[in-house]
């Protein structure tokens, strides 16, 4: 079993800037693949960044300039920076964590969210 748990969310202004954390828990055996996602009210569940175990990065459209992903692997742990946030950037961030479970078969864990509001 995985826990994963978002903290940093909140209410900015537009043009500020957040971080956000995730840490993960429970039975870690090795390095895996995480993600940020968010999900506005009555949209559907977007990704917004996502960084492999060797630290490669990949970024939506709409974010990229803006926002960083990064990890931390001895703290089992995954990092966003948003900056210049955006009216738009209003959602609940969520953290994803994948395990590879063999047999082309997966296992995805998720954190219980984190609200950014982008108000002014």
């Known amino acids: 079993q995985v826990q994963l748990v978002e903290s940093g969310g909140g209410l900015v202004q537009p043009g500020g800037s957040l971080r956000l954390s995730c840490v993960a828990s429970?039975?870690?055996?090795?390095?895996?693949?995480m993600g940020w996602y968010r999900q506005a009210p009555g949209k559907q569940r977007e990704l917004v960044a996502a960084i492999t175990t060797d630290g490669s990065t990949n970024y939506a459209d709409s974010v990229k300039g803006r926002f960083t992903i990064s990890r931390d692997n001895a703290k089992n742990a995954v990092y966003l920076q948003m900056n210049s946030l955006k009216p738009e950037d209003t959602a609940v961030y969520y953290c994803?964590?994948?395990?590879?479970?063999?047999?082309?078969?997966?296992?995805?864990?998720w954190g219980q969210g984190t609200q950014v509001t982008v108000s002014s």
């Open positions: 994803k964590l994948t395990i590879y479970r063999g047999n082309y078969k997966y296992d995805y864990y």
């Open positions: 429970g039975k870690i055996f090795s390095i895996y693949p």
